[in-house]
């Protein structure tokens, strides 16, 4: 089975490390690299986590605070992943039947009773 990954993204930290405190300080530097995002771009890439990114925008993060891609992109497992695993597996806690289904969890169908 292959792992589940997640990542954390450092560049807030690693800005602030080497003095740059704001959005605006970064925008410039990656202009002068040939990456052109607008003011809301460039804050989305500072204080959230990105989903894509570029080759080119990354490139020129790596060059502008002087660090390796370990630095800024954080492997780390995906949370829940051993859940996961387990319930897929039957593995998890909780009244479960011998057929890895919900056990005595499973709904019971109606009884119509005539008067």
Do not use: K, N
């Not at 954080?74 to 319930?87: D, L, T």
């Amino acid at each position: 089975m292959t792992a589940l990954l997640d990542y954390r993204w450092h560049l807030r930290e690693l800005m602030a490390s080497r003095g740059m405190f704001s959005t605006t300080d970064l925008r410039p530097l990656l202009a002068e690299r040939g990456v052109d995002l607008s003011p809301s771009q460039t804050y989305r890439l500072v204080v959230e986590r990105p989903e894509r990114l570029s080759l080119r925008t990354l490139m020129a993060l790596l060059d502008i605070l002087g660090c390796r891609m370990e630095e800024l992109i954080e492997p780390v497992p995906a949370a829940g992943a051993v859940r996961r695993r387990e319930a897929a597996s039957g593995g998890g806690s909780g009244p479960v039947d011998s057929g890895g289904g919900v056990g005595e969890f499973r709904p019971r169908r109606a009884r119509i009773v005539p008067e």
